[in-house]
């Protein structure tokens, strides 16, 4: 499918529109005077539209096309197809194509009559276009002081051009901008993004072809992305614009970079250029380089030694613009003779050469170097393989490869020199103040792909472009090109190892972690980028000794390399590369792939004890951003790639004891988030117990240590995956046996909260499953339940609300643990726990067997409960309600003493009633205690506890009734009789009842008078 999309997406492109056009005859007419072609071309019928005949009219000078007309109205930065066809016809077809003189050569040849009868047969011919022109030539000719007499000659369309004028390619700027405008305004839509990275391509290819029209479409698309009316939007609201933009912005910026750079630029060109990038510069919402306004750094196109820098104050220092970079490099040239014998020559050694000081132009072997500010130099290749220099490119690629890692065995040295002192102190501020991976200019991403591309080409292809040192005004001799550039690889190296080696080298470079979201995130991208390009090459011995000596050097280079023994404390982590290097080391050297993934374990920033950096040197980047953390805006990015390195590494060691050990140290010593050693922990616990083979014990060791540091690190706080957490290390010790689970048991107190240890931990260890899971015989199955029981006690009594119950539940099976179990419950029921958990523990305790536990329980519960009088739906009712039954089925001394319990701590006259109808209506303690049968006789109102119960009943409803008439509204009326009508039924269970509840009925008609309507009603009801 893709590819099929991408053939028909090639056949519409205009070019192969044209060879199809030209294949099929369409091309007529065709005519060429002096330096003008024309000619027509059918368009044949499609389905919906008819045959229609173009006009095509091209000039040319000097093999480029300068200028095109063509009555098709094609709207587009592309030659339409009918161009190119025509275009194609004269290149293809030379001998049909008749040439005639320019225009005003033929006329010259020609008399007066011969000249009169031309005009008069044109005008006749086209009279109704070309008359009036024709009469306004002719009027201003005959005017003596007319314009076009003070002219000597006339204008020939047909001629060339003169030698000094300029002569380019033709280029529709209105389309260009037209086209960088739509784009933009789409916001990313559409593919608009996928639409200007082709135009930026496209200005790459003119460049390569050497084509002057590449600056003028630059210039185009940069003056459409300046007057970007979102740029003024997002500066107004501070919002930072898309990633995706602001990758086009990175890529316009480095694309005049490679402008101003270009080897053969005049200095009147490259001064228009200056002018133009400063004025755009200069414009306030022009983007900030590092993607966030508000954010400084030095300028990095001078040329600054690696190590510890020296830089400007900051407070001098203007904000830097995608710009800012072009606009320095206005100020290098290609002058310097080392450099011109560098790029210019494959045989440029000097053997005699002995000078090792830092900046020698000469290694030990004699190759030359190129000191230079790494970035700068890496543009100068980029500029050069740009502008069609492949060979030029390369030499310099290679010799600041050599440059690099002489410059890394230096500062080995070096860091020998020094080592025993900084081990001493334990910290340093010997740190780059930029990396090259994720850098605006991306040079390790340029040598590389100028490597690669080397290790592809075929050497004859580097001859096209051979005209470079003529032009730079060099003398050379030819057998240069035919020497290979290997003059300076070490034996047994070649393109793809020296491409390999500078990546590594990038890879490792110890940086500080730049400023800003935008340039860390580049950072974490970059760096992918560039793995995912190496992951592409296949691994052989060669590489692997590269892959080997680059690991041994970045282990021991201290603070100059991102894994040395110390390092500054907000170098960037090492872990995305540090995974790449340990897969790749893995099958070779597991010795070395495990060291260095041990080093790279470490997040310092994250290490609290660490200190910031020797502040007491001015010159060193801790003084210029001081404490700058927490501003690391991929952190969490970070810290998933540290995991993801110890995951790595867990499934590399397992079934090695030893190895397991270290990673599962290193895991605890520098992971910080509970989150990340959980999915550590179930990483190793799955490695462990895969399906195909007997469970991994050591592994899985490894994963129920990960899950109690866990445990601990959330014990204190919130977490909301703590109860699945819980789960998992109860299955995991599950896993391990029968002494983790005991284990976990007994220290419960430092890995749960009580209400965890007793209603998941301690319940799982002591369901079926976990018995059946184990194979636990009965001793073991008491030793657990032991340990069991011993939790749910000590987490009853520190928090006796959560836990009694399930406390009770555990201890069951054991007399003297239940027994304490309840002994805690009754302890804590007068101070520390609500009627709700005491009245669930009551119920409990009657359904285990256990009545006057239960009522004992139940009769606490009463003295915690407030019942007001309108409360009647409350959720406590039915817990009133159980109690009161409870007491009234074990006899009258039970009701007699929950009654003025209930009478205290309810008011609501409904539930009084309620109680008050169940217990007349049978008789109580139907099966006393001690087996004593009642006498069977139902309960007196009038007598105790009841007539207590009676009177409480009513005062509820007579105070209920005046509670609820203060606030009365004529909807509610009728509801209100209902409820006078059930106090009725409670007032006439009192022998003296029906007088009481007259009084009451002539006293609310009394006190209520002035509500009318509702006394009327009580009147038809109640008389």
Known sequence: GGAADAAADENRLPFRRGIALLDGGCVDNVLQVGFHLSGTVTEPAAQSE????????????????????????????????????????????PDQVKLHLPISETLFQMNR????????????????EVLPTAQKLADEILSQNSEINQVHGAPDPTAGASIDDENCWHLDEEQVQEQVKLFLSQGGYHGSGKQLNLLFAKVREMLKMRDSNGARML????????????????????????????????????????????????????????KQLKKWNNVDVCPWEDGNHGNDLPSLTNALPQGANAIQDSSSRSHRTVFTRAIE???????????????????????????????????????????????????????????????????????????????????????????????????TSVTNLEGWVGHPLDPIGTLFSSLMEACRVDEESFHVFSDFTENMGQCKSLEYYHLPAHKFLEEGESYLTLAVEVALIGLGQQRIMPDGLYAQEKVCRNEEQLISKLQEIELDDTLVKIFQKQAVFLLEAGPYSGLGEIIHRESVPMHTFAKYLFTSLLPHDAELAYKTALRAMRLLVLESTAPSGDLSRPHHIASVVPNRY?????????????????????????????????????????????????????????????????????????????????????????????REMVRWLVTCATEVGVYALDSIMQSWFTLFTPTEATSIVATTVMSNSTIVRLHLDCHQQEKLASSARTLALQCAMKDPQNCALSALTLCEKDHIAFETAYQIVLDAAATGMSYTQLFTIARYMEHRGYPMRAYKLATLAMTHLNLSYNQDTHPAINDVLWACALSHSLGKNELAAIIPLVVKSVKCATVLSDILRRCTLTTPGMVGLHGRRNSGKLMSLDKAPLRQLLDATIGA????????????????????????????????????????????????????????????????RFG
Not at 668 to 690: E, M, P, R, V
């Open 219 to 274: 210039t185009l698309i940069t003056e459409q992305f300046m007057a970007d009316p979102r740029l003024s939007l997002w500066r107004q609201q501070g919002t930072a614009m898309t990633d995706k933009y602001r990758q086009l912005w990175d890529e316009l910026g480095a694309l005049w970079m490679c402008i101003v750079l270009n080897p053969h630029c005049k200095v009147e060109q490259k001064a228009s250029w200056l």
């Open 957 to 1020: 409803y007579i105070n209920t009734t005046h509670s609820r008439l203060t606030h009365i509204s004529p909807r509610h009326y009728s509801e209100f009789i209902e409820f006078l009508s059930k106090a009725r039924e409670t007032f006439l269970m009192a022998h003296d009842g029906h007088i009481q509840f007259t009084q009451f009925i002539d006293n609310l008609k009394q006190i209520y008078k002035g509500k009318k309507k509702l006394m009327m009603l009580v009147r038809e």
């Open 113 to 128: 009559d011969q000249l009169q009868k031309f005009v008069q047969y044109l005008i006749t011919v086209h009279h109704t």
């Open 630 to 722: 927490p501003r690391w805006f991929t952190l969490s990015h970070i810290e998933s790639q540290q995991c993801e390195l110890a995951s790595t590494m867990l499934t590399a060691a397992k079934g090695d004891v030893r190895r397991l050990e270290t990673v599962l140290e290193s895991i605890q010593k520098n992971i910080h988030s509970s989150s990340h050693i959980f999915k550590l922990a179930q990483d190793a616990f799955k490695i462990a117990t895969l399906m195909d083979s007997l469970p991994d014990i050591t592994l899985l060791k490894v994963s129920l240590e990960l899950g109690l540091q866990v445990m601990r690190m959330t014990l204190s706080t919130l977490n909301w995956r703590r």
């Open 50 to 93: 008819p045959e229609t005949v173009c006009n095509v009219a091209i000039s040319f000078d000097r093999c480029k096309i300068t200028s095109v007309t063509c009555s098709c109205g094609n709207k587009d930065i592309f030659y339409c197809a009918h161009v190119v066809a025509l275009s194609l016809y004269r290149i293809r077809k």
């Open 329 to 427: 490099a206005c100020d290098l040239h290609w002058q310097d003779s080392h450099l011109q014998h560098i790029i210019s020559s494959d045989l440029y050694t000097n053997y005699c050469y002995h000078d090792d000081a830092e900046n020698s132009l000469f290694d030990s072997h004699g190759w030359p170097l190129w000191h230079e500010h790494v970035p700068t130099a890496c543009a100068r290749v980029d500029a050069l393989r740009s502008h069609g220099y492949p060979r030029e490119a390369l030499r310099l690629a290679i010799a600041i490869v050599n440059t690099l890692r002489r410059q890394q065995q230096k500062q080995l040295e070096m860091f020998r020199f020094q080592k025993k002192e900084l081990l001493h102190k334990g910290v």
